[in-house]
């Protein structure tokens, strides 16, 4: 069974940090491409970040250069989402997503999202 459970959301002010975690179950985890999507309310999703299998490549939405970080420990089918400088824009449902191509197949997993809110 595929499980994608995110952690870590929640109330922050602006100017803080938050760390979210995903961790993974049930498919080779080694050997998905990681990315992070968010939803603000009233608003359709985002693309945030992502991070390659292998040379563990990262990438990342112009909102958030130089303020997130992805990173992956494929020891403990977990990906992670460092999150600095934080704004009220930012406020969203963080969701974790896995894709992968196999033998012809897509293969795309989501999970359930976790609630990040910026406010004073």
């Known amino acids: 069974q595929v499980q994608l459970v995110e952690s870590g959301g929640g109330l922050v002010q602006p100017g803080g940090s938050l760390r979210l975690s995903c961790a993974a179950s049930g498919f080779t985890f080694s050997s998905y491409y990681m990315s992070w999507v968010r939803q603000a309310p009233g608003k359709g999703p985002e693309w945030v970040s992502g991070i390659n299998i292998g040379s563990g490549s990262t990438r990342y939405a112009d909102s958030v250069k130089g303020r997130f970080t992805i990173s992956r420990d494929n020891a403990k089918n977990t990906v992670y989402l460092q999150m600095n400088s934080l704004k009220p824009e930012d406020t969203a449902v963080y969701y974790c997503?896995?894709?992968?191509?196999?033998?012809?197949?897509?293969?795309?997993?989501w999970g359930q999202g976790t609630q990040v809110t910026v406010s004073s």
């Open positions: 997503n896995a894709r992968s191509v196999i033998a012809g197949a897509d293969f795309d997993y």
